[in-house]
């Protein structure tokens, strides 16, 4: 029973333009949110959290947002730069025990 | 700056032998969590454990699996006579305090467990 999905298993963006990266969980109990980025033999590295109480968190070229009735949370990253190109992992919880989704691998063509 | 430091990076095992994970957490970072990841699958949450106290192991297979925490020195997941299906990354992660709310997790490198 997959509880956070990433529908998407791989995405080809152009340099410069948005990489819009999807998320859909099941539990309506989770409240916190993450995003990671994780390059090939590496750990996952954080990038972006949201609670449950916000609908939108901005970092720099990272924006989430967040959908709670359609238990939905996107990632964008605008603009897209070739250093991006990794695989991204959202992750739901409402403690310490996340569920992370299959994630998702962005490439970014120069 | 460091950050949470795993070794080895790479552990090759025969079947029927043991795997020990270490896991350094960040500087100031009390809880550590354990993660495996197989191939082509998300992370799947193993334990959570703070000094001296496993507090959730909800996620570790029943057999073969422990871990630790000890009041000196680095957490360790311990896989006793592993076999080829344990073979996989196992991150660590580690955060500051759960305080009043969700905590953001910092991962390790991670140990890659290749099983012949």
């Known amino acids: 029973d997959q509880q956070v999905k990433q529908n998407s298993p791989s995405l080809s963006v152009q340099e410069g333009r948005i990489s819009i990266l999807n998320c859909d969980y099941t539990?309506?109990?989770?409240?916190?949110f993450l995003w990671y980025k994780k390059y090939p033999a590496e750990g996952p590295t954080f990038l972006i959290s949201?609670?449950?109480?916000?609908d939108k968190n901005e970092d720099g070229r990272f924006t989430v947002f967040l959908n709670k009735s359609a238990k939905h949370l996107s990632l964008h990253i605008v603009p897209s730069q070739p250093g991006d190109s990794a695989v991204y992992f959202c992750?739901?919880?409402?403690?310490?025990?996340?569920?992370f989704g299959t994630g998702t691998r962005l490439k970014v063509l120069a | 700056n460091a950050g949470v430091m795993q070794n080895p990076r790479h552990l090759v095992r025969r079947r029927g032998q043991e795997a020990r994970l270490r896991c350094s957490p960040m500087?100031?970072?009390?809880?550590v969590y354990w993660y495996r990841q197989l191939p082509e699958e998300g992370l799947k949450f193993m334990v959570y454990?703070?000094?001296?106290?496993?507090?959730?192991e909800s996620g570790m297979p029943k057999e073969r699996f422990s871990a630790e925490f000890p009041k000196e020195g680095p957490s360790i997941l311990r896989i006793q006579q592993v076999v080829r299906g344990d073979s996989a990354a196992y991150f660590c992660?580690?955060?500051?305090?759960?305080?009043?709310?969700?905590?953001?997790?910092?991962f390790g490198p991670g140990t890659r467990l290749t099983v012949l």
């Open positions: 949201i609670s449950s109480i916000k």
């Open positions: 500087k100031g970072h009390s809880h």
């Open positions: 454990l703070q000094k001296e106290n496993i507090i959730d």
């Open positions: 992750a739901a919880g409402g403690t310490y025990k996340y569920i």
């Open positions: 539990n309506s109990m989770f409240d916190y």
């Open positions: 992660a580690s955060s500051l305090d759960r305080g009043r709310g969700a905590d953001t997790q910092y």
